[in-house]
C-alpha cells in the first residue's frame, strides 16, 4: 500500500507538472492592438500570401494571394482593407506563388508564376508546358494594377522546356546608386537538375535581365530534399542584395556589390535538419529560410525552421560582419523544448524604422495532439539575441483535405505589424432534415420507372469546404506609422 501511495503521488505530481507546462505554453500575452480581417469572403483555395508596406507612404499596405493571383490594399495603415480587381493573368490557367513589395517610387508589385498545368508529380520539368515568372505593377498603392503585366522569364510549349517557380521580388530602396533596382530569384526545375537563377529590372520592372545561376552547385530535380529551393533576398542601405536559400540541408547566401551584375561564389553559412518535412494533417511542409537587414546597424538576419529537437521550431541566426560570420541559432518560440509542439512556416521582417525582428509562425504548443495551431508573433528587440512569443490569433483552426500553401507573410513599419496567413474554417454541420422529411419513407421503384440520374437531382446546396486568407495587424507604439 505504501508504495502504491508513493506511486500515486509521483504520478499526480507529474501530471501537475506536465499540465503546468501545457497552460505555460498557452498563455501567451495578446499582441498589442491585435486586429484580424478577413480578406476572403469565403472559402476557396486561397494560400500563400505576401504583405508589403510603402516606404514612401506607410498608410499604404498591400497583400497578396493565390490562387489565382488576388491582392487587397489598405489605404489607413491597415485599418480597413478592400480587395482590387484585375490582378490575375487571364491568358493563363492557372497564376501563383505571389510575392510583393514596393519600390522607391511608391509603385506596387505583385511577382507570380503562371501556367497551364504542371508536369509530372514533384517533379515538375518532366512534361512541362508553356509557364513563367510575370510582374504586374500598381502605381497607386495597390488599388488599381495595370492591364499587362511583364515577363521576367517565360517558356513556350516546347519539349524539354524547365518549370520556372516559387519567385519573390526584392526592391531596393536605399539611397545607393542601385535604388529602383527590382530583383526576382527564382527555383528553375530540369529535367536533370534545379536551380537558383535570378533576373534584375532597371526601368521600374518593365523590363528584365537574362537569368543567371546564382547557386553554388545546382540540385536535385524534384521538389523535395536535396532542391535548390526557397529564394529570399534582402538589399542593404548601400546597395548590395544579399540572397538566401535552402540546398543539401544547408542554407546557402550569395552577395551582390554591383546592383545584380555579378555575384560572390555561394557558401553555405547554417546547417539545418532536412528543410522538407512531414507534419500531421498537412500534405507537406518546409522550412526556408528568409534574410532581413537591419538598415541602421546592418546586423542581418535569417530565420527558418528545422527538427533537430525532434519536434518543429523556429530558428534565428544573425550576422553583424556583412554575412562572414553567423550567430549560434536562437530558438524563436518559447515553450519548453522536446515538448512535441510543432512551429512552422515562419516568415520574417525588421522594421527599418526601429530595426526590430518579427517573425510570425503557425504554432501547435496549445494542441496536446498536435493537430491545431493558432497565429503567433514574435518580437526581438534587442538584435535576434531573444524573441518575446504574442498570441496573434487565440481560436485554434485544423487543417485536413485542403492544400494549405508553402509560406505565410509579414511586414512592419515604424512599430506597426502586419501579418499574413492562411487558415480553414471549420466546416459548417450538414442542416438536420425537419422531423417531417425523416417520417416520408422512400418510395419502392418500379421496374418500369427509370432511375433519376444524380445530375438531375436536387440537392440542398453544400457548405463549401476550402481555406481562407486573414490578415494581422498588431501595434507595439500605439501612433500611426504614418508621416
Not at 540541408?249 to 528543410?275: E, N, Q, W, Y
Not at 509542439?341 to 518579427?358: E, H, K, R
Not at 509560406?407 to 474554417?425: C, I, K, M, N
Amino acid at each position: 500500500m505504501c508504495f502504491a501511495r508513493v506511486l500515486n503521488v509521483t504520478l499526480l505530481i507529474a501530471t501537475v507538472a506536465s499540465l503546468s507546462l501545457v497552460l505555460g505554453a498557452q498563455s501567451l500575452p495578446k499582441a498589442p492592438g491585435a486586429e484580424i480581417f478577413a480578406l476572403t469572403p469565403e472559402p476557396g483555395d486561397f494560400t500563400e500570401p505576401s504583405v508589403a508596406v510603402n516606404p514612401n507612404n506607410p498608410r499604404q499596405v498591400v497583400a497578396v494571394f493565390q490562387d489565382n493571383v488576388h491582392a487587397s490594399y489598405s489605404e489607413d495603415t491597415g485599418r480597413t482593407w478592400k480587395a482590387a480587381e484585375g490582378v490575375a493573368p487571364p491568358n493563363y490557367r492557372v497564376s501563383g506563388d505571389v510575392s510583393t513589395t514596393f519600390d522607391n517610387q511608391g509603385h506596387a508589385f505583385v511577382c507570380y508564376i503562371a501556367f497551364d498545368k504542371l508536369g509530372t508529380f514533384n517533379y515538375w520539368a518532366h512534361g512541362a508546358t508553356r509557364n513563367g515568372i510575370f510582374v504586374r505593377r500598381s502605381l497607386d498603392g495597390g488599388k488599381t494594377w495595370e492591364a499587362n503585366h511583364f515577363p521576367v522569364a517565360e517558356q513556350p510549349t516546347q519539349p524539354g522546356i524547365p518549370f520556372e517557380d516559387k519567385p519573390y521580388i526584392v526592391a531596393d530602396t536605399s539611397n545607393s546608386k542601385y535604388a529602383g533596382s527590382l530583383y526576382v530569384g527564382w527555383t528553375r526545375w530540369r529535367i536533370a537538375d534545379s536551380q537558383i537563377v535570378l533576373s534584375r529590372s532597371t526601368d521600374d520592372g518593365k523590363t528584365w535581365s537574362t537569368p543567371v545561376e546564382i547557386d553554388r552547385h545546382p540540385g536535385l530535380p524534384r521538389d523535395d530534399n536535396g532542391a535548390a529551393e526557397g529564394f529570399d533576398g534582402a538589399v542593404g542601405p548601400d546597395g548590395r542584395l544579399y540572397a538566401t536559400w535552402s540546398q543539401d540541408d544547408d542554407i546557402f547566401l550569395t552577395i551582390s556589390k554591383d546592383g545584380g551584375k555579378t555575384f560572390s561564389r555561394a557558401r553555405p553559412i547554417i546547417h539545418t535538419a532536412p528543410i522538407m518535412f512531414a507534419i500531421q494533417t498537412l500534405d507537406r511542409a518546409n522550412g526556408f529560410p528568409q534574410i532581413a537587414i537591419d538598415p541602421h546597424s546592418q546586423k542581418l538576419f535569417v530565420t527558418w525552421s528545422d527538427y533537430r529537437n525532434g519536434d518543429l521550431d523556429i530558428w534565428c541566426s544573425t550576422s553583424t560582419d556583412g554575412g562572414k560570420k553567423w550567430s549560434e541559432a536562437v530558438r524563436v518560440n518559447n515553450d519548453p523544448v522536446h515538448d512535441g509542439a510543432d512551429q512552422f512556416f515562419q516568415w520574417l521582417a525588421v522594421d527599418p524604422v526601429d530595426g526590430v525582428a518579427s517573425v510570425v509562425f503557425y504554432d501547435r504548443r496549445g494542441d496536446p495532439t498536435g493537430r491545431s495551431q493558432t497565429v503567433t508573433l514574435a518580437r526581438s528587440t534587442d538584435g535576434g539575441q531573444t524573441f518575446q512569443n504574442y498570441a496573434w490569433t487565440s481560436e485554434p483552426f485544423e487543417v485536413h483535405d485542403v492544400f494549405f500553401g508553402d509560406y505565410s507573410g509579414l511586414a512592419a513599419y515604424g512599430g506597426r505589424v502586419y501579418g499574413a496567413w492562411t487558415e480553414q474554417p471549420p466546416t459548417p454541420p450538414e442542416p438536420e432534415k425537419k422531423a417531417e422529411e425523416k417520417k416520408v419513407e422512400k418510395k419502392p421503384q418500379s421496374s418500369a420507372e427509370p432511375e433519376t440520374s444524380k445530375s438531375e437531382k436536387t440537392e440542398e446546396a453544400k457548405p463549401r469546404r476550402g481555406t481562407v486568407v486573414k490578415l494581422g495587424v498588431a501595434d507595439f507604439n500605439g501612433t500611426s506609422a504614418s508621416h
